[in-house]
């Protein structure tokens, strides 16, 4: 096709390659830059990720520790809010329904009607757990320490809410990528030409064209897939891993410690036939 379109246009029968390398030299760069700005947003994905396990679990075993002794009924609420925030944030990032997510994880008709009626459903999640955490701490239930640790922790939590919201609001530019494209398209558009004007043969023409070809589209798709990491990243997975984290911090609490004039310290783990490990695991 492109030969039978350069025999109407005489004159561009032959293009000089050396002429048509410079293009190539710009097209490379293109690509190389846009690659490497899909990877470097990939990768801010998957540390914001891993900021929030890190976070989430920290936040768990201080609620475990500080509030559940203290406020069953708190300390569960705020456990259930913390264990469905990767959920909730899953489907904010992935535009999907969470409402069952929801329903299963909130028993109680008020707590789940706040969070449904939320624009955004990870930060009222945020904020439920931020409201027990000042009820404790106004009724002087919580120690100051925990508490500050706790506000630095929701703090933190709300840091990657919005830095996810931005990685997912603010893709390559268009105008780059469509300049790109454009660029890519006219280079291959005039490398069979140029190859021919080499005194190739056709066979070798058309399998290096295509290998080119093959090579610059590929690395051009590549670079769109990235330009939305939350796409490509096992959310199921890090969700449900995330849950099971802050489920360990209640169910698996390390064992009674030995202090003047108590009994022995008894380890309940490992779990065995006498005491099964939760369901979950």
């Known amino acids: 096709y492109v030969f039978s379109v350069a025999k109407r246009f005489k004159g561009i029968e032959v293009?000089?390659?050396?002429?048509?390398?410079?293009?190539?030299?710009?097209?490379?760069?293109?690509?190389?830059?846009?690659?490497?700005?899909?990877?470097?947003?990939?990768?801010?994905?998957?540390?914001?990720?891993?900021?929030?396990?890190?976070?989430?679990?920290?936040?768990?075993?201080?609620?475990?520790?500080?509030?559940?002794?203290?406020?069953?009924?708190?300390?569960?609420?705020?456990?259930?809010?913390?264990?469905?925030?990767?959920?909730?944030?899953?489907?904010?990032?992935?535009?999907?329904?969470?409402?069952?997510?929801?329903?299963?994880?909130?028993?109680s008709k008020v707590d789940r009607s706040f969070v449904l009626s939320q624009r955004k459903k990870p930060a009222a999640a945020i904020s439920r757990i931020r409201q027990i955490v000042a009820n404790l701490a106004a009724r002087n239930v919580l120690p100051m320490a925990p508490h500050q640790q706790l506000e630095r922790n929701l703090n933190e939590m709300n840091y990657i809410l919005g830095m996810c919201e931005r990685l997912k609001g603010s893709p390559v530019p268009p105008v780059y990528s469509?300049?790109?494209?454009?660029?890519?398209?006219?280079?291959?558009?005039?490398?069979?030409?140029?190859?021919?004007?080499?005194?190739?043969?056709?066979?070798?023409?058309?399998?290096?064209?295509?290998?080119?070809?093959?090579?610059?589209?590929?690395?051009?798709?590549?670079?769109?897939?990235?330009?939305?990491?939350?796409?490509?990243?096992?959310?199921?997975?890090l969700s449900r891993n995330m849950m099971q984290d802050v489920a360990d911090a209640f169910v698996c609490q390390p064992p009674m410690l030995k202090t003047e004039g108590s009994s022995e310290e008894q380890f309940v783990y490992p779990f065995d036939a006498n005491n099964p490990a939760p369901d979950y695991w």
């Open 178 to 237: 469509s300049h790109a494209s454009r660029l890519l398209v006219f280079y291959l558009f005039f490398l069979p030409i140029a190859l021919h004007g080499a005194k190739l043969k056709n066979l070798v023409n058309i399998l290096l064209t295509t290998t080119v070809a093959f090579a610059m589209l590929g690395l051009d798709e590549i670079s769109h897939l990235l330009e939305q990491p939350f796409h490509l990243m096992p959310f199921h997975e």
């Open 15 to 107: 293009v000089p390659l050396t002429s048509l390398s410079l293009v190539s030299t710009f097209v490379g760069f293109l690509l190389t830059l846009r690659s490497n700005q899909g990877l470097s947003r990939l990768s801010e994905g998957r540390e914001l990720w891993g900021r929030c396990f890190i976070v989430s679990r920290d936040t768990a075993q201080l609620l475990a520790t500080y509030v559940y002794p203290r406020d069953k009924n708190l300390g569960l609420t705020s456990a259930r809010h913390l264990a469905m925030f990767g959920w909730l944030l899953k489907a904010r990032l992935r535009d999907t329904d969470d409402t069952d997510v929801i329903e299963v994880m909130l028993p």
